[in-house]
Nanobody, 124 residues
Framework: QVQLVESGGGLVQAGGSLRLSCAAS????????VGWFRQAPGKEREFVAA????????YYADSVKGRLTISRDNAKNTVYLQMNSLKPEDTAVYYCAASQAEIVTTTPRTYDYWGQGTQVTVSS
């Protein structure tokens, strides 16, 4: 089993940056693909970015391409989401999730473990 803890959220002005971290427990973190999802009030949870087990492949939602970068350090059991050029529409609770699936997906139901989320608020 994997436990995930997100950190790094906060309040930032439009155009600013934040770096989210997702720290995982356990010694088999490299067996999991990891995704970031977000959920704004009154909206469904949506895919943001994902990274394969060894960090070779990354995937992004069209709305964040060129602004957000996902990376991982398996030695530290941590996945990062660097967020630049933030917009008010990026405001949401951000969740990281781990998947044992062979193929990295963008569908929340295919992820096995979830963190508690961290709030990101972008003011205009």
């Amino acid at each position: 089993q994997v436990q995930l803890v997100e950190s790094g959220g906060g309040l930032v002005q439009a155009g600013g940056s934040l770096r989210l971290s997702c720290a995982a427990s356990g010694r088999t973190f490299s067996r999991y693909a990891v995704g970031w999802f977000r959920q704004a009030p009154g909206k469904e949870r949506e895919f943001v970015a994902a990274i394969s087990r060894l960090g070779v492949n990354t995937y992004y939602a069209d709305s964040v391409k060129g602004r957000l970068t996902i990376s991982r350090d398996n030695a530290k059991n941590t996945v990062y989401l660097q967020m630049n050029s933030l917009k008010p529409e990026d405001t949401a609770v951000y969740y990281c999730a781990a998947s044992q699936a062979e193929i990295v997906t963008t569908t929340p139901r295919t992820y096995d473990y979830w963190g508690q989320g961290t709030q990101v608020t972008v003011s205009s």
